[in-house]
Structure formats: structure tokens, C-alpha cells
């Protein structure tokens, strides 16, 4: 019989208390763990944010590094007293953007470009770190001009969002940009990009396209959508 | 005056053509390269892909490695003769899965878990690694299972997507997970994961959410909610 408590979080709707709970039961049981069940119960549905304590680190340390990446190993102890070691990726703390570039009520503008990672072309929205000095909407507007050759008078947050959070602290703020303007500025880009325009109410033919992959850009391809849906309400 | 030649791939509609070919010729002259010009034109509005020459890898080199990371520096040589240093993290190769959960006709389920790279817990779609031997779907039902306890009797693939493939090849296969029924496996978490169960119709408030970033899981919702309405029709 083993002696660590578990802590459960259970988020329930009152018409499936009962089921829940025997689930619970059933999956503790099978690990013979003592249980400290921790129940939610709402009527209304909606799930509610619990109050989790985050481990505490007990050490960290550098364990690799490269000229563009610090690998940072973490000593971790969960409240529950278990312990690990985990591993992240340092990240420069600035964050980056990523554009949608509306060029009219019906027109995206993206960028082809050579991506090492996978050692092909992707099909993306313009993207970049941001500088040191800039913010969110001046990154954007630069990185719209080295990218696509467009300045934006108008350029709005739609969402803030991260990598792959288990691993790195890469926030990424997704901004929709209207009233476009020519104006380009020469990036760090080793050729020029492809700029491609897509019909918005071709949208679904976007998401089949074999090289439109990265996850950032199908969520940003989203949230522009029901963004415009939602303001031509 | 620079001899480099710059290749500037434009797609553009008939209707745009002047204007959009000022522009190009703005950029260049600008820098005063001399250019070559490939034009796409297009009547229909859709977007055709360019063959783009794979960049010549010159040289390879592991330049820093960990427990879990693996960084590769490539000396890339451009078609246009340009020649640079990347770095990349070397993928697994096996991919990754995420999956939607659907318990019922309105009712999401996801997980809040600790995440080392951000430092706190996140809210999202359950998730992992497609372990030796497995298939996307065998992987799915088994880190569901694993992650909310619950198995599934039917998986559907709804779109491969990327992490962000400039330096990484991590492909994540997104499966919607339907037919429920109570399974639990014990997966290697430090602690059991706190399952939230969601409305669909709420999705909304689900994106306000401070914790629900991960741009995998905003594409994975709306990717599922879409693949719903589309089936509803």
C-alpha cells in the first residue's frame, strides 16, 4: 500500500456527480494510492479555474547551449512531494508576432519561406522576434514590411499565444493588419519571399494545403476569421 | 550597384497587376539590385504553389545536445547563391498527437498541467508523444487514457499541423476523440492532471481563458468545432 497522496481535480457538472466520482474511485483504486479528492461542482457548466501550487524549483542549471539556444534543466518538487528533472528551452523573453495582413474585406497575404526545421517551403502569415525598444505593434509593422512589402495604419491584438508551454516560454502575440500600405523594408531574409494572396472565403482550401502546416498560422487563419464574422455582426 | 540577383515570387491578380508590380519594382530599386522578375498570374483569386529550389545543405554539425535536446547547425547554401548558418533542434521523428475529446454533443474535455517552459499550468487538449510501435491513433486513445481517463471507440484525424517548423520538425497529428468510455492508464506524470469539461458552445470563453494559450490547442479547438458544424449540415 502506498503512502503518497494523490490530489485529484475534478471539475463536475451536478447532473454527472455520480459517474465522476466512480471513475475516480476506479482509477485510484487500481494504484492502490490514498486519495484526497478535490471536487468542483458547478451547475452552470462552466469549468473554473483551481488554485494549483506550482512546484517549487529546487535548482536549475545550464546543460547546453548554442549560438541560438540554452537548454536549462530544472530540479522540480511537486506539491504532492514527487520529484523530477526537467528540461526547457531559455527564451530570449521578448516574444514575437505573427501578422494577418487583411489587403481588402476578402484578402490575406502570406509568406512562403524556407524553413530549416523541416527543410522545405511553409506557407505562413508574416512572423518575427521582436527587437529590443520595439513593441507588439511595431514589431508587426516591420515585420509586415520586410515580409510582404506592407505597412499596416491599423493593427490589433486578436490573441497572445505560446509554443509548446511544457518546453519554452515563446509567447507570441497574433495581430490582424488593415489599411495596408506599400512600403517594404530589407530584412535579415537570405532571399525574398513569396507573398501569396488567399480569398479569406477560401479558407477551408487554406487548411488542405499541403505546406500550410504551422499551428501558429491555423490559429491565426481562426481567430482573423471570426474576428471579421464577429465585427460584421 | 550590386550584382545579386534577387528571384521575387508574386502572385497576383489580373486586376492588381500594376499596382502590384510598382511596388515590386519600388523595392528593388530601393536596394538597387538587379532583378529578375517571376510573375504568377492568376484570374481566379486562388493561389498556386511555387517550385521553389530546395537551399543546398553544405554541412551538418551537432553544436550542442542535452537529455531531451539535440542542436544541429546547417551551412545552407541559397539558389540565389546565398550562403548561411541555421540551427534547428533535432526532431524524435515519430510526432505527437493532441486529441479533442468529445464527451458528449456539447462537451469538451481538457487538462490543466503544470508546463516547465512557462512555469505554471496551462489548460489545453491532451497530449504526448507517439511512442515506439505505436500508430497517431493507437497514441491518442493511449495518452487519453493516461491524461482524463477515458478511452475512445472512434479517432478521426483532423489536420497534421507544425510546431514551428524554422526550427523544428515536430509534426503533431490532431485527432477528434468521440464514443467515450472510462479507461485509466497511469502515464508518467508527476501528479494526476486536473480534467475540465467544457460546452463546446462556450468556446468563446474558452479563448479568453489566461492559461488556454498553446497555439495547438486554439487550432485543435477550432479545427473540431469546424469538422462538428461542417457534419451538422
Known amino acids: 500500500m502506498c503512502n503518497r497522496k494523490v490530489y485529484m481535480f475534478i471539475t463536475v457538472y451536478d447532473k454527472n456527480i455520480t459517474f465522476k466520482v466512480q471513475h475516480t474511485l476506479g482509477f485510484l483504486s487500481q494504484k492502490n494510492y490514498d486519495s484526497h479528492i478535490i471536487y468542483s461542482i ?30 536549462e534543466s530544472l530540479d522540480l518538487k511537486f506539491s504532492n512531494g514527487e520529484q523530477r528533472k526537467y528540461e526547457r528551452i531559455k527564451g530570449g523573453g ?12 476578402d484578402t490575406l497575404l502570406l509568406v512562403r519561406e524556407y524553413c530549416a526545421g523541416t527543410h522545405d517551403y511553409q506557407l505562413g502569415f508574416p512572423k518575427g522576434l521582436i527587437d529590443p525598444g520595439e513593441n507588439a505593434m511595431q514589431a508587426g509593422n516591420r515585420e509586415l514590411k520586410e515580409e510582404a512589402g506592407f505597412g499596416a495604419k491599423e493593427l490589433v491584438e486578436l490573441k497572445q499565444v505560446s509554443l509548446a508551454p511544457s518546453y519554452f516560454n515563446a509567447k507570441m502575440h497574433i495581430l490582424l493588419a488593415e489599411q495596408l500600405f506599400t512600403e517594404s523594408l530589407l530584412g535579415d531574409e537570405p532571399e525574398p519571399l513569396e507573398v501569396v494572396r ?18 501558429r498560422s491555423v490559429a491565426a487563419l481562426f481567430l482573423a476569421k471570426e474576428h471579421l464574422a464577429s465585427r460584421a455582426k
Open 42 to 71: 458547478q451547475s452552470d457548466g462552466m469549468a473554473q479555474k483551481k488554485e494549483h501550487q506550482l512546484p517549487d524549483i529546487l535548482a536549475t542549471d545550464i546543460v547546453a547551449k548554442s549560438g541560438l539556444f540554452t537548454v
Open 94 to 105: 521578448r516574444g514575437a508576432v505573427m501578422i494577418v495582413p487583411l489587403l481588402d474585406d
Open 198 to 215: 488567399w480569398p479569406i472565403s477560401q479558407w477551408q482550401e487554406l487548411l488542405t494545403q499541403e505546406d500550410f502546416t504551422e499551428a
